[in-house]
């Protein structure tokens, strides 16, 4: 699993979650949450990817909460919000919206992912980095 | 034994690796390029190509449509001709590259399914975008030799006219360096 | 407008989509002839699960499931489709999924958890159940299926298991002669 392809923006960033996962040809959804409709289990199936993002402040976004993060429901943020996704077994990609903007400092994206005994792992993003690169975004229209 | 309790299935096999001319590889970590080609600024489109990414046997990036004001009510059409009659779609959007050694493609060519092709192939392959944003994702196979990439888009239907950029090839030629082998297939 | 894209010649026609093979669905314009048969296969406090509209052809059965919680329900994931259910298609189907199958009086025996034959198979070694279009939500469920090879005269039966309802192992037998009799009233208007 790799997260690649940040692109910074005034109000937040984007990002690509990548995924192989060759060892299960069965695999007819992509393993992200807000495939799964199953609302009647409150239990979350073991083969989706947990995703989450802490912010310097320590708020905190999963795409667990992917529903409220859609239906613009979750208005104190950080959101995580799905946008275009592709692939088919045994490559899966994601791409999220995270908004708004982190205060200054290092950002965490932390997944886990049950079902391949992933236990939870994080990584941090230098946060300067994103808003250095949200600097240089061009506004086209105001 | 239960009428359900059959012997589990075993899985099926993984899926063939697709033809490299039609789509990325699915068993690469591709190189993120920092590129973006700006191919229409005005005071009410934009149109861009970017989020390119590098792989050994080709390179991908989005096209994206971005209207100020008139919602684009049109899909960002296929990229091959309706299927029954092989006439291009008038309105649809397509693409083509020409490669820095002078070789063409465009999208509204439909390259061969099991026969490698003799001459680069562009595809527009996935899609989406709503409101006043369309995109479409695009795979140029092969990946160029080191030298300037002509691109070319043109969308009837949203009014976009043939209109032509240039990529850093080197740019993407050297990404491709850094793409990964994640297994053999 | 410009020439670049003109510079390509338009490309031939695609070949006309293949005839779908006997297991995967019915013969084009054929028209099954009407079963008048119904079996309630599930008829619990909370559900409600009905085979009904059976229209048999030469080559096969076609069949609608109904599926209906008898209360208000929110329930989006649709209890006949494995896959809503669990992405891996895994090996292990979840308590939610609906277990459907036909037991042909011969021993032979067609499940909804079986995995479908290869695209192009001709000749699939066992009877094959596919569900061939559908819709519904919120507790409610519609779905076509086609059964093949049509089943041999004398009892068939339609057989039952969802897990998550409480509904063990059932068995409703449906008269294989009605569904043979029925065949024979089908009607092919195509060239096969």
Known sequence: MAFDRFIAFPEGFEFTLLVWS?????????PFPHWYWDRSSPEIPPDVIRLGVTYPDGRR????NWLADVQGLNREGPVLY?????GWQPHWEQEYWVGPSPPPGPV?????WPAHHIAETSVELDGAAIHVAAAEADVVWS | ????????????????????WLFPPDNV?????????????????????????AYPTGFEFTVRVQAREAMITEPMAADAPPPTTGEPDGGAFRVGVVLPDGSRASSQSRPALEDEPNAPVVSAYRGGGDGNERHQRCWVWPLPSDGPVRLVVEWPAARVKETWGELDGAAIHTAAERSELLWER | MGTFFDSFPSPDPLPPPRPLLPWQGPAELTFGGFVPLRAVLVDTESVLVVVDRLLAHPTGLEFTVLVARRHASDDLADPLDWGQHRGNGGLDPPAEVLRL???????????SLARPPHWEEENPKDPVLVMRSGHGSRGRWEKQYWLWPLPPEGPTGFVVHWPAEGVDEWRVDVDGAAIHAAADQALALGDG
């Open chain 1, 22 to 30: 060759p060892n299960e040809p069965g695999r007819t959804l992509p």
């Open chain 1, 61 to 64: 976004a999963t795409n667990l």
């Open chain 1, 82 to 86: 799905p946008l275009d996704e592709a």
């Open chain 1, 108 to 112: 965490s994206l932390v997944v886990e």
């Open chain 2, 1 to 20: 034994m239960g009428f359900f309790d059959a012997p589990a299935p075993s899985p099926p096999p993984l899926p063939p690796l697709p033809p490299p």
């Open chain 2, 29 to 53: 970590l591709g190189a993120f390029v920092p590129l973006r080609t700006v191919l229409i600024r005005s005071s009410s489109l934009l149109v861009v190509a970017e989020r390119f990414v």
């Open chain 3, 101 to 111: 199958g036909i037991a042909y009086v011969d021993g032979r025996k067609a499940s």
